[in-house]
């Protein structure tokens, strides 16, 4: 006949904790954190800058949606900047050797401006804040085209409207131009950023019990029966009997029957919503082979 393995008895090691000939070992402290995104802001070069250093030299395609008219009545494009519109691909007017050319640039949307858009011509044109009064074109009045760079002027219905709204500086030149009417721009701009950081933060009891539970395996720090199929079926217990005291010191890890028989807490007992929980770690034990003398 195979003897009940008196090691495994409830009594047998609720007594030896009672008497201080066994200690249930204290629970590690836990670090309770979690990985949060936050917004950061950072001072980064203004974009802005570059794309307008860059159009001082190059081109940008036009159309109705890269540029507009302003509130001030000038030519602009998308964000906000000063521009000259001009059409690149030029087949007459060009004198290759002077570099002039007798078509025009425009800094308003002046009646040729407007009759090229209705004419469905507006595509022709091409934007520029180059300010020294050159511009790159493709000259197609030759045999082959080439391109070149020539010197062109005013359009002179836009001279007419700027003059007429106090907006053409004397002397002018488009360098004058571009210093008085192109916006400021600042240099940096602020950046968001999203970023993950890892905070600590105050738990629920919940978040807290789980924990615990998991750094003992789901097993009674007393009795030693796995709970882990049956979780709700584990407690955790304050020693102290402050429930507000989290501190790993004043924390075990005990099934609902062991909770149950710690010092005040006899009204668990009385309880019938322990019962159940009660029944099913006894019923544990004996699958676990832990023995129970009642």
Known sequence: MKLPDFFKCVELNSLMVGIGAKEIPELKPVEFVRT???????EIDNPAISMLEDLKTKVLPVNRDSFSIGSDGLIQDSKGNKHCLYIMKQSRGIDSWAKTTTYKYHLTTCQTIKNMISSGHFHRYVGTARDDGYFQVIDQSGYRAK???????????????????????????????????????????????????????????????????????????????????????????????????????????????????????????????FSAPIKAVDKMRRQQGIVSLR
């Open 36 to 42: 949060v995104t936050k917004t950061e802001y950072v």
């Open 147 to 273: 391109e070149i760079i020539i010197k062109m002027e005013l359009c002179s219905h836009c001279k007419a409207i700027l003059q007429k709204e106090n907006k053409f500086p004397l002397p002018f030149s488009l360098k004058n131009y571009y210093n008085k009417f192109q916006p400021k721009v600042p240099k940096t701009v602020r950046k968001a950023e999203h970023v993950k950081v890892t905070e600590k933060y105050a738990p629920n009891h919940d978040e807290i019990a789980k924990k615990y539970k998991e750094q003992v395996g789901y097993r009674c720090q007393s009795c030693g029966v796995d709970c882990t199929e049956n979780s709700h079926c584990l407690h955790l217990h304050h020693k102290n009997g402050d429930g507000q005291n989290n501190s790993a010191p004043n924390l075990r890890v005990l099934c609902v029957s062991c909770h149950s028989k710690q010092p005040m807490h006899g009204h668990m007992l009385a309880n019938p919503k």
